[in-house]
């Protein structure tokens, strides 16, 4: 597989536990199917994230780096972006788990 790179763009808005509305942007790097990803958070804080899988025995290895351009913005925000990439790490295995034990759709019991 090829790798896509440059310029696909992602804007969402994250909605604080307190009622606030953050509005993100980011921008995808790069994208290496199967193997990685890299993301620049083009809003504040700005950031850039790089994703990487590797095939394990028992399944994938996932790898996140998180690089802030500016290191006391990191400080300040570590409280709020450790807990939430947790979470968010959390669900990532959740829907893969559900991923594993669901059946192929048109298979029979035992198919396997």
Do not use: C
Request: avoid cysteine; proline fraction near 6%.
């Amino acid at each position: 597989m090829g790798s896509t790179t440059g310029g696909g763009r992602w804007t969402f808005v994250m909605h604080g536990p307190d009622g606030s509305h953050h509005h993100n942007e980011s921008m995808f790097l790069d994208v290496q199917p199967s193997s990685s990803v890299v993301v620049q958070h083009v809003s504040s804080p700005r950031f850039v994230l790089t994703v990487t899988l590797a095939p394990r025995d028992q399944g994938t290895a996932l790898t996140w780096v998180q690089v802030f351009e500016d290191a006391s913005v990191a400080t300040r925000v570590r409280h709020i972006v450790e807990p939430a990439n947790e979470e968010n790490l959390d669900r990532l295995a959740a829907v893969l788990a559900d991923l594993t034990t669901a059946p192929r759709p048109g298979a029979e019991a035992g198919d396997d």
